[in-house]
């Protein structure tokens, strides 16, 4: 699969996006820092967030085919809006 469209998140505290690592490390996702790439049974994320404009970008940078780009999308609103962040 190629990359899917990145996602992106805004009026971001600090404290939502360490909720949000929080909660992605529950889940055995590793954020580690405001940006870098992890990977994951073979889908990898790329994440840029900076603090001084509130702003959060999230893209999946490759999966297996099996995985569509709407079902990477829909898992990431999920994780995200647990945290009570919007997509912009």
């Not at 992106?8 to 405001?34: C, H, V, W, Y």
């Not at 609103?77 to 962040?85: E, K």
């Amino acid at each position: 699969m190629a990359q899917c469209t990145a996602q992106r998140f805004g009026n971001i505290s600090p404290a939502q996006f360490a909720s949000l690592m929080a909660a992605a490390k529950s889940q055995g996702i590793e954020i580690d820092g405001t940006e870098g790439q992890t990977t994951q049974s073979g889908i990898t994320i790329a994440w840029s967030y900076v603090a001084t404009s509130s702003s959060l970008t999230i893209q999946c940078l490759g999966a297996p085919f099996y995985v569509t780009c709407g079902m990477i999308h829909a898992k990431i609103r999920d994780l995200v809006s647990r945290c009570q962040i919007q997509e912009v």
